[in-house]
C-alpha cells in the first residue's frame, strides 16, 4: 500500500489555516521521529523553545479542533496528542509495569456503532470510544 504524505503546510491550509511558523513546527514535532502520543512539555521540547508554552497548548487546541491532531486518554495525569492521520483509527497498549506503548490496529469497537446508537435512542452519533 503507498500512501502519499502530505506536507505540514498543505494540511494546515486543507484546514483553513493561516500558515504559521509556530503551526509548522508543533504539527511537524507531533508527525516525525516518533511512534507514541506526546505530551504538551514533550512537544515543546521537540519544537526547540520556538515557542512559549501558552502558545504550545493554545495551537494544541486549535490543532485537535480543527481534526490534524488527536488528545490521546492514556490516565495518566496529563493528557497526551498525536497526528490525527486520516483512516489511521487505532488504540494503544500500555504495559503497567515498564510503561512500554505499541499502537493496535484493531479495533472491535468499529463494528457496533449502530447497536449502541440503537440501545440509545437519545444519542444521533458515536464520535470516539474508550476501553480499559
Do not use: W
Amino acid at each position: 500500500m503507498t500512501r502519499t504524505i502530505k506536507s505540514t503546510r498543505s494540511l494546515l491550509k486543507e484546514a483553513k489555516l493561516k500558515v504559521t511558523n509556530d503551526r509548522l513546527q508543533l504539527l511537524s514535532a507531533v508527525r516525525k521521529g516518533t511512534t507514541k502520543p506526546l505530551t504538551i512539555a514533550e512537544i515543546h521540547a521537540r519544537m526547540k523553545g520556538a515557542s512559549d508554552l501558552a502558545t504550545v497548548y493554545r495551537v494544541v487546541k486549535l490543532l485537535c479542533d480543527r481534526g490534524l491532531l488527536r488528545r490521546v486518554e492514556l490516565h495518566h495525569r496529563h493528557a497526551h496528542y498525536e497526528f490525527a492521520e486520516q483512516g489511521n483509527h487505532h488504540h494503544h497498549l500500555t504495559c503497567t509495569r515498564c510503561k512500554k506503548m505499541q499502537d493496535i490496529e484493531l479495533c472491535i469497537t468499529n463494528t457496533f456503532p449502530a447497536r449502541v446508537l440503537k440501545a440509545a435512542p437519545e444519542f444521533s452519533k458515536v464520535v470516539s470510544h474508550s476501553f480499559e
